[in-house]
C-alpha cells in the first residue's frame, strides 16, 4: 500500500549543507567510485497535488544524467528525494544497490552544488572546501593535501586565503563544485548550479564540469532548464513535464528523435506538420493540406489514416537554388531572413499552415537568399521523425 506522507518543512540552504557535509552516523554508501542509482516508482504528493506521478529511471555507475523540463515539471522534487530532503509518497530510491529513500540526507555521503551555492560568507576558499572533511574527522594532514588537490582540479590554486565575497560568480560555482566532491562522493547532485552565471561563463562552465566529472568518474545527476547545458553536459537526458518522464536517452537520440511534439518543442527549434497518412504505390506518405506527398519510413508501420505530427529540425533542412533527387524536396518562396550571428534563420512558404525554418551557416552570408526568392528546401529522410497523435 502506498504510504502518504504530508510535505516536508523546507529547511535553509545553510541547514542543508551543514547536513550533507556532517557525514554523522554510519554511512550507507562507501566513498570513491561512482555508484549506480535506481529510481523506482518514486512518487510525491502535496495533499491532492501530485507533483511527481510515479517515475523510474536508472542511473549507470560514473555517468552523468540530466533532469530536463519546464517550471513545475517535478525535477527538483525528485532531485531533493533523491538527496533526502524530501519523502517520497511511494516507491524507493536505491544507491549501490542500497535503499536509501527513509534514510536521512546526512547519512547518504552525497555530494549536492546547490542554485545558490550556499558559500558559509565568513570561511576562506580553503575553509569551505575543507568543512566537509572536519565533520568527517579526516586528519589535519589530509585535509592539507585534498584541498590543495582539489582546488587545483577545479583551477582554483592561489585563491584559497580569499573569501567568497572576494570571488568572481564563476569562481564561487568552483569552490561550491570542490566542496561537493572533496569527500569524494559516490554521488553528485546538482541544482542548476549555472543558473546564477551569465551566458558566457555558464557557456564556459557546461564543459568545465563535464570533463571534472569524467575525469573523477563521478555518478552525476543534475537538473536544469537549459536545454543547450542538457544537450552539452549528459550521457542521458530525462525529459519531464507535469511530474512524468515524456523521454529518456542519449542526448542526440533524443533530440533528432523526439517521441512526442512536447520534446520535440522543448529541446531546441522544430517544424512540426501535422496531417494524415495515405499510402501511394505501397508506400506511407503524409497528406496534410496543400503538401500530399511527404515519404514516411517504412519501418515505423503506419497504417492508412493514422494521424501523425511530423518534425524536422531547421539545422537538418539545407535550401538550395536546386532541387535535389536524393532527398525530401520542396519548393517554396522565402518570407524572411534574420541574421543570429553563427546561423542565418530563414522562414519559407511551402504551402503548409505556417512557414518551415530552417537555418544555414552564416558564413554563406544573409544576402545568399532574398525575401520572396524561390528555393528549394531539402533534407533526408532519416532527419524527418513521425510521431502518432
Same mark, same amino acid.
Given at each position: 500500500?502506498?504510504?502518504?506522507?504530508?510535505?516536508?518543512?523546507?529547511?535553509?540552504?545553510?541547514?542543508?549543507?551543514?547536513?550533507?557535509?556532517?557525514?554523522?552516523?554510519?554511512?550507507?554508501?562507501?566513498?570513491?567510485?561512482?555508484?549506480?542509482?535506481? #529510481?523506482?516508482?518514486?512518487?510525491?504528493?502535496?495533499?491532492?497535488?501530485?507533483?511527481?506521478?510515479?517515475?523510474?529511471?536508472?542511473?549507470?555507475?560514473?555517468?552523468?544524467?540530466?533532469?530536463?523540463?519546464?517550471?513545475?515539471?517535478?525535477?527538483?522534487?525528485?532531485?531533493?528525494?533523491?538527496?533526502?530532503?524530501?519523502?517520497?509518497?511511494?516507491?524507493?530510491?536505491?544507491?549501490?544497490?542500497?535503499?536509501?529513500?527513509?534514510?536521512?540526507?546526512?547519512?547518504?555521503?552525497?555530494?549536492?552544488?546547490?542554485?545558490?551555492?550556499?558559500?558559509?560568507?565568513?570561511?576562506?576558499?580553503?575553509?569551505?572546501?575543507?568543512?566537509?572533511?572536519?565533520?568527517?574527522?579526516?586528519?589535519?594532514? !589530509?585535509?592539507?593535501?585534498?584541498?590543495?588537490?582539489?582546488?587545483?582540479?577545479?583551477?582554483?590554486?592561489?585563491?584559497?586565503?580569499?573569501?567568497?565575497?572576494?570571488?568572481?560568480?564563476?569562481?564561487?560555482?568552483? #569552490?561550491?563544485?570542490?566542496?561537493?566532491?572533496?569527500?569524494?562522493?559516490?554521488?553528485?547532485?546538482?541544482?542548476?548550479?549555472?543558473?546564477?552565471?551569465?551566458?558566457?561563463?555558464?557557456? !564556459?562552465?557546461?564543459?568545465?564540469?563535464?570533463?571534472?566529472?569524467?575525469?573523477?568518474?563521478?555518478?552525476?545527476?543534475?537538473?536544469?532548464?537549459?536545454?543547450?547545458?542538457?544537450?552539452?553536459?549528459?550521457?542521458?537526458?530525462?525529459?519531464?513535464?507535469?511530474?512524468?518522464?515524456?523521454?529518456?536517452?542519449?542526448?542526440?537520440?533524443?533530440?533528432?528523435?523526439?517521441?512526442?511534439?512536447?520534446?520535440?518543442?522543448?529541446?531546441?527549434?522544430?517544424?512540426?506538420?501535422?496531417?494524415?497518412?495515405?499510402?501511394?504505390?505501397?508506400?506511407?506518405?503524409?497528406?496534410?493540406?496543400?503538401?500530399?506527398?511527404?515519404?514516411?519510413?517504412?519501418?515505423?508501420?503506419?497504417?492508412?489514416?493514422?494521424?501523425?505530427?511530423?518534425?524536422?529540425?531547421?539545422?537538418?533542412?539545407?535550401?538550395?537554388?536546386?532541387?535535389?533527387?536524393?532527398? #525530401?524536396?520542396?519548393?517554396?518562396?522565402?518570407?524572411?531572413?534574420?541574421?543570429?550571428?553563427?546561423?542565418?534563420?530563414?522562414?519559407?512558404?511551402?504551402?503548409?499552415?505556417?512557414?518551415?525554418?530552417?537555418?544555414?551557416?552564416?558564413?554563406?552570408?544573409?544576402?545568399?537568399?532574398?525575401?520572396?526568392?524561390?528555393?528549394?528546401?531539402?533534407?533526408?529522410?532519416?532527419?524527418?521523425?513521425?510521431?502518432?497523435?
Amino acid at each position: 500500500m502506498t504510504r502518504v506522507v504530508s510535505p516536508s518543512t523546507s529547511k535553509g540552504l545553510a541547514t542543508r549543507t551543514k547536513e550533507l557535509a556532517s557525514g554523522q552516523g554510519r554511512s550507507s554508501i562507501g566513498a570513491g567510485a561512482g555508484a549506480d542509482v535506481k #529510481v523506482d516508482r518514486i512518487e510525491k504528493r502535496f495533499g491532492s497535488h501530485v507533483a511527481v506521478q510515479p517515475t523510474s529511471f536508472e542511473v549507470p555507475a560514473g555517468k552523468l544524467v540530466t533532469l530536463v523540463g519546464p517550471s513545475g515539471s517535478g525535477k527538483t522534487t525528485i532531485l531533493k528525494m533523491i538527496a533526502g530532503f524530501e519523502e517520497p509518497s511511494g516507491g524507493c530510491v536505491l544507491i549501490s544497490g542500497v535503499d536509501v529513500t527513509h534514510i536521512p540526507a546526512h547519512k547518504r555521503n552525497l555530494g549536492f552544488v546547490f542554485q545558490q551555492y550556499a558559500l558559509f560568507p565568513h570561511l576562506t576558499v580553503a575553509e569551505n572546501v575543507a568543512y566537509a572533511l572536519k565533520m568527517r574527522r579526516v586528519s589535519r594532514a !589530509e585535509i592539507r593535501t585534498r584541498v590543495s588537490e582539489t582546488l587545483n582540479l577545479v583551477r582554483l590554486d592561489g585563491l584559497g586565503e580569499r573569501y567568497p565575497s572576494q570571488l568572481s560568480g564563476g569562481q564561487q560555482q568552483r #569552490v561550491a563544485m570542490a566542496r561537493a566532491i572533496v569527500f569524494r562522493p559516490p554521488l553528485l547532485l546538482m541544482d542548476e548550479p549555472m543558473s546564477a552565471l551569465d551566458k558566457r561563463l555558464r557557456d !564556459e562552465m557546461q564543459y568545465e564540469i563535464r570533463n571534472l566529472q569524467q575525469k573523477l568518474g563521478i555518478t552525476t545527476i543534475a537538473v536544469t532548464h537549459d536545454q543547450s547545458e542538457a544537450l552539452v553536459m549528459s550521457d542521458v537526458i530525462v525529459v519531464l513535464d507535469r511530474g512524468a518522464i515524456e523521454q529518456s536517452g542519449p542526448p542526440q537520440q533524443v533530440y533528432k528523435h523526439p517521441r512526442s511534439e512536447f520534446v520535440a518543442t522543448f529541446l531546441g527549434e522544430s517544424n512540426i506538420l501535422k496531417g494524415t497518412v495515405a499510402f501511394h504505390e505501397g508506400k506511407p506518405w503524409l497528406a496534410a493540406g496543400g503538401v500530399r506527398r511527404v515519404p514516411l519510413v517504412e519501418s515505423d508501420g503506419f497504417r492508412d489514416g493514422d494521424v501523425v505530427a511530423y518534425v524536422v529540425r531547421p539545422e537538418s533542412i539545407t535550401v538550395a537554388s536546386e532541387k535535389r533527387d536524393d532527398a #525530401v524536396t520542396f519548393v517554396g518562396r522565402v518570407v524572411d531572413t534574420t541574421f543570429t550571428g553563427d546561423a542565418v534563420r530563414l522562414r519559407i512558404d511551402l504551402g503548409w499552415s505556417e512557414p518551415i525554418v530552417a537555418k544555414v551557416l552564416s558564413r554563406h552570408g544573409i544576402s545568399l537568399f532574398q525575401s520572396g526568392e524561390e528555393v528549394a528546401v531539402s533534407w533526408s529522410l532519416a532527419d524527418g521523425t513521425s510521431i502518432r497523435c
